[in-house]
């Protein structure tokens, strides 16, 4: 293990012991489910996130901030996501090319850095996430554990299999109609809905917007992608109330929004709430 000294002394940045969680790793590679616990584990314990690709830098980073988060005591949780395996994770949080880190506290994102970084400078960044994270309260640690033994989960059906890997292809337009042709035929299928609104919402954060009203609702798009869906929701509400010629299209999209973050959110509940109150 190594001892990075004086220059990160972290007893005295996070000296409560606060609420102990279990890790498999302390860099664990990153899929859209790992993602999701790792956002709510944000809430008691800085996560960072390493956005990689094949390189020399990205190797080089990886190895650095693996001892570092060895070396925490378990204040830091640590995730990476792969450019290569994963393209659309790190286009959820903005991120375009690698290597690259972020932070979450409390399942918001902060950029750290992208490119190449010394020791030392590594060493001081995370020295300010460890104080911000402190004055949010959050102060728990991670431990090392054994990986959970996997739940056992419903196959998908060879269309929905079909459309997964064409995202995992990286055709966001052959996924797009194979979620639509299931929806056609199934227009219950609340995952095809969910998994169609999810694909949209990855074209639209790729390829931009050219008109005004676009641009407005690309900014929910980025805000939903950030983790912040009362934001995306407010912002798009706002443009209901504003814009009495587009309103169906804005409603369209919130709609789609609210099938990404799901019925029962309470961001959810209160947005059906307020645009129901400005349609009646």
């Known amino acids: 293990m190594t001892n990075f000294g004086s220059a990160f002394d972290l007893s005295s940045l996070n000296p409560q ?9 302390w860099l664990v590679k990153a899929d859209q489910e790992v993602l999701k616990r790792y956002l709510q584990l944000s809430e008691k314990v800085p996560v960072l996130m390493l956005i990689s690709d094949e390189s020399q830098d990205s190797g080089n980073l990886r190895q650095l901030l693996t001892k ?38 409390s399942g918001q994102p902060a950029p750290l850095f992208q490119g190449a970084i010394a020791q030392e400078q ?50 966001l337009e052959g996924a797009r109609a194979q979620y639509q042709k299931i929806i056609t035929e199934y227009p219950n299928d609340k995952e095809a809905a969910a998994g169609l609104a999810q694909v949209e919402l990855m074209i639209r954060l790729q390829g931009g917007a050219t008109d005004e009203l676009g641009k407005q609702m690309l900014g929910a798009d980025q805000l939903l992608a950030s983790n912040n869906p009362e934001g995306a929701f407010a912002l798009l509400l706002d443009l209901f109330s504003q814009r009495v ?31 129901a109150s400005l349609m009646f």
């Open 17 to 25: 012991q606060g609420d102990e969680l279990t890790v498999t790793g």
């Open 68 to 105: 570092v988060l060895e070396s925490s005591e378990g204040r830091f949780a640590g995730i990476e996501v792969s450019m290569t395996t994963s393209p659309q994770l790190a286009q959820a949080v903005g991120v375009s090319m690698a290597p690259a880190m972020l932070a979450f506290l």
């Open 122 to 171: 590594l060493l001081q960044v995370l020295s300010q996430v460890l104080h911000l994270a402190s004055q949010n309260g959050i102060t728990g640690r991670v431990k090392l554990g054994k990986a959970e033994a996997p739940k056992e989960e419903k196959p998908l059906s060879p269309e929905h299999e079909a459309a997964f890997a064409a995202i995992e292809s990286g055709d």
């Open 245 to 275: 010629e587009d309103q169906e299209q804005i409603r369209e999209r919130l709609l789609s929004l609210f099938a990404l973050v799901g019925d029962s959110h309470p961001a959810v509940l209160e947005a059906r709430r307020r645009l």
